[in-house]
C-alpha cells in the first residue's frame, strides 16, 4: 500500500468552501458523490489522504460542496477528462482548480497578432468579462500580461501548474465593486532557446538588456492599436494596464516608463530589478533609467511587490532604491505608486495569485 497526499489549489473566490474527490476506488467513493473524500482547509489549500493498492491507476473528480453540479471546469469552462494517478510509492498529487461549474463566467479565447517589429506572430489569450456578451455598447479598460500562459491556465503554466488566476480576481473585485470589469490580455512568448549563451525566448522578449525595448514596442504601437480596433476596449492610457511578474515585472515596468502615452497603470509583483546580467542596486540599468528622466508622467500608477522569501529575499534593495527614486521624482507612496513587503512572499505563481488582488485594488483606486 502507498499513501497518496491530495492538495487542491481552489479558485480565488470563497476558496475555503468544502472541496472533496470522488473517484475509481472506495476511499474516492466509488464515483458516489455522497460518499466522496472529504478534504480539510489548510491555509491555502484543501488537502486528504489516502491509501492505495501499488500500481493502481486512481481516476477521479474534484467537487465543491459535494455536487456534480459544482464540479471543477478547466480555464476555457469545459469539465475536463478524469484527472489520473499511478500509484508506485508515497506521493503528494497537487491539482489547481480553474473554476467550478456552477461559477464559470466569461470567455477565454485565443487570439494572435503578427509583428513586423518582431517578425513573427504573437499568440494571445483573450478573458473577456460576463457583460461584454451582454452591454454590447460598453467599453471596457485592458489589462495586458506578460507570460500569457500563466496568466489563465494552470494546465500551460509552466513547471508549477498554477496560474495567476487574473480572471478570477477580476470577476471578484467586480462583484465587490473594487474595480470595473475589464478586458485580459495575456501575451504569450515563443518556446525554446536562442542568441548568444541560448537565452530562452521569453528571456529575450522581456529583458531591457536582451530584446525588451522591441517587445515593448510591440505591445505599445503594434499589439494595443490592433487590439483597441478588433475589441471594444477603452481606447485611452488611462484604461490600459501592463502587467508582470519577476522578469515579466521589469518588462512592465520598463515599457510603462518608456510607452506612458499608452500605458496610465503598471503592475509589477517580484520584479527582477537585477535582470539577466545580475546587475546590483548602484547599477541597474532600469533603475538609471528612471533616474535619469527629468520628469515622470501625470495621472500614472505603478504597483510593485516583493517577497521575504526564496529569490524575493535578495530584492528589498531593489525596491529601496526604486522607493527613493520615485519620491526625489514628486511621487507619494500611496498616491502615484506603492511597493510592498509581502511577509512570506515568494518567487512562484503560487504566491503571486495570492498577491494580485492587493495590486489590481490598489490601481483601481
Known amino acids: 500500500m502507498s499513501r497518496i497526499r491530495f492538495e487542491i489549489l481552489p479558485p480565488i473566490g470563497r476558496p475555503e468552501e468544502p472541496v472533496s474527490l470522488c473517484g475509481n476506488t472506495r476511499p474516492l467513493g466509488e464515483w458516489d458523490a455522497a460518499r466522496a473524500l472529504p478534504l480539510r482547509w489548510e491555509g491555502d489549500r484543501h488537502v486528504g489522504t489516502i491509501e492505495a493498492d501499488t500500481g493502481a491507476v486512481l481516476e477521479y473528480k474534484i467537487l465543491r460542496g459535494g455536487s ?10 469545459s469539465v475536463p477528462p478524469n484527472a489520473r494517478h499511478e500509484v508506485w510509492l508515497d506521493a503528494t498529487v497537487h491539482r489547481t482548480v480553474a473554476d467550478w461549474k456552477d461559477r464559470y463566467a466569461g470567455r477565454l479565447m485565443r487570439d494572435r497578432v503578427y509583428s513586423r517589429l518582431l517578425a513573427s506572430w504573437r499568440e494571445l489569450l483573450i478573458w473577456l468579462p460576463p457583460s461584454y456578451a451582454t452591454e454590447s455598447e460598453r467599453r471596457f479598460p485592458v489589462l495586458y ?30 462583484a465587490e465593486r473594487s474595480m470595473p470589469e475589464a478586458i485580459v490580455v495575456g501575451v504569450c512568448h515563443p518556446e525554446g532557446f536562442s542568441g548568444e549563451g541560448m537565452r530562452s525566448e521569453r528571456d529575450i522578449d522581456l529583458s531591457p538588456e536582451l530584446g525588451g525595448a522591441a517587445y515593448a514596442q510591440f505591445l505599445a504601437t503594434e499589439l494595443v492599436p490592433s487590439l483597441d480596433a478588433r475589441y471594444r476596449t477603452l481606447a485611452n492610457r488611462e484604461a490600459r494596464t501592463v502587467c508582470g511578474a519577476s522578469l515579466g515585472g521589469l518588462s512592465a515596468f520598463s515599457t510603462a516608463l518608456h510607452h506612458s502615452e499608452i500605458f496610465g497603470k503598471m503592475l509589477g509583483l517580484s520584479t527582477s530589478f537585477e535582470d539577466v546580467s545580475g546587475s546590483t542596486p548602484a547599477d541597474c540599468a532600469s533603475l538609471r533609467m528612471l533616474a535619469g528622466k527629468s520628469a515622470l508622467p501625470a ?19 531593489y ?47
Open 68 to 77: 456534480w453540479e459544482s464540479e471543477a471546469v478547466d480555464a476555457w469552462g
Open 319 to 365: 525596491h529601496h532604491e526604486l522607493g527613493a527614486l520615485l519620491e526625489a521624482k514628486g511621487w507619494e507612496d500611496g498616491r502615484e505608486f506603492h511597493i510592498l513587503r509581502v511577509i512570506g512572499g515568494d518567487h512562484h505563481e503560487a504566491s503571486w495569485r495570492l498577491r494580485l488582488g492587493d495590486a489590481l485594488r490598489f490601481l483601481a483606486d
Open 145 to 174: 500580461f506578460n507570460d500569457g500562459a500563466n496568466v489563465f491556465d494552470p494546465e500551460t503554466s509552466p513547471l508549477s501548474k498554477v496560474d495567476l488566476a487574473a480572471d478570477e480576481w477580476l470577476r471578484v473585485l467586480a
Open 299 to 317: 495621472d500614472t500608477k505603478f504597483y510593485f511587490d516583493y517577497g521575504t522569501e526564496g529569490f524575493d529575499r535578495g530584492y528589498e534593495p
